[in-house]
């Protein structure tokens, strides 16, 4: 749990960011969540279903691709969901203030924050 900590606590140090988590999609499952502004636990559960129909969808496109962040534009938030590539079954989930956010900033820390996360 101390690398996931240490995780978040970069993300959150983003400016505009408000929420982060490391979810299971397999489970929906949280394994890890700081931030405040929305329900984590109900946020992964949410989320996990999204991220299985784009990938449900993706195989019945034949996609032979990955996704590389999903980005959910709300009036007053981001949210935006980074499967990881080297732990499978896993992704981050992370909020941010759009008005306060750098989505290029945020996408670049999501990134980061996968290179070094270790489960």
Known sequence: MANIDKVLDE???VSGAT???VVDFNSGMMLGGKGSGVDLELAAGGNTQVVKSK???MEMLHLNDEIEDILITLTNQFHLIRPTSK????FL????????????LARRALKTAESKLVV
Not at 87 to 90: I, T, Y
């Open 11 to 13: 993300l959150l140090d």
């Open 19 to 21: 929420a982060a988590a």
């Open 55 to 57: 990938l449900k969808t």
């Open 87 to 90: 732990l499978d079954g896993l």
């Open 93 to 104: 989930y992370y909020v941010l203030d759009n008005a306060h956010a750098n989505l290029a």
